[in-house]
């Protein structure tokens, strides 16, 4: 059973405002997709928006969304054209439909970007706003899936920015080396590994715990 990211009956006005937010950071300020994307993300409103913070999922319209996103960035903030107008195009679905994964899938926005999630990708495959909404998430589940299998694990990723070999990893950590040979090369699944061996490794890498756990998809 899926984990969702908070209740539903949030969802409706979650859908709302974000797909207003990138209507008008997009179409009406001309921003890049991907580029205001991350500026989301990087401001700290994907996470509390994500973690269904009301001030930001209900409390705020998309355009106020979008002008906290530019204020954290230190962008400039326009004046809101007096024709702008909702268009309820691509843009509008793409902030609709993103908002529903996030909310089913229960991943952070953070963790869309990681695995290839991106405004660019789901903008490429408008067709299926004409779809039941369940299609975009089984598109966007494959999109993850195959960017995650391609990627290096977290747990090798944090290790190499340490700098330590796996064998330098096993003795610092008590974690056997053949373990962590398996969970780097996912023949193990590190989310179903003891407390205690998650809690080892994450000490020695000085991370939390869920820096080093995989994302799962529900299907």
């Not at 990211?5 to 997009?26: K, S």
């Not at 001030?55 to 024709?83: A, T």
């Not at 090369?185 to 205690?196: F, M, S, T």
Request: proline share 3%; net charge neutral; hydrophobic share 40%.
């Amino acid at each position: 059973m899926a984990t969702h990211a908070y209740q539903q009956f949030y969802l409706t006005d979650a859908q709302q405002n974000l797909a207003v937010m990138f209507d008008y950071a997009l179409r009406s300020l001309q921003y890049e997709p991907n580029q205001f994307f991350l500026y989301f993300i990087q401001s700290g409103v994907a996470e509390k928006f994500g973690h269904a913070n009301p001030k930001y999922i209900v409390g705020m319209s998309g355009i106020d969304l979008c002008e906290r996103v530019l204020q954290k960035m230190g962008q400039q903030i326009p004046s809101v054209p007096q024709d702008f107008f909702v268009s309820e195009g691509a843009e509008f679905w793409l902030g609709w439909a993103l908002a529903y994964y996030q909310w089913y899938s229960g991943l952070r926005f953070a963790d869309l970007q990681e695995y290839g999630l991106v405004p660019s990708e789901i903008l490429s495959r408008y067709i299926l706003h004409e779809a039941d909404i369940s299609k975009f998430v089984s598109v966007a589940n494959k999109i993850i899936l195959k960017n995650k299998m391609a990627s290096p694990t977290r747990l090798q990723t944090l290790r190499k920015s340490r700098g330590f070999t796996q064998a330098e990893l096993a003795e610092l950590s008590g974690v056997s080396l053949r373990m962590i040979q398996l969970y780097e090369q996912r023949q193990n699944d590190i989310n179903k590994a003891a407390g205690e061996v998650i809690n080892a490794l994450a000490k020695t890498l000085c991370c939390n715990f869920d820096e080093i756990m995989e994302i799962n998809i529900h299907k």
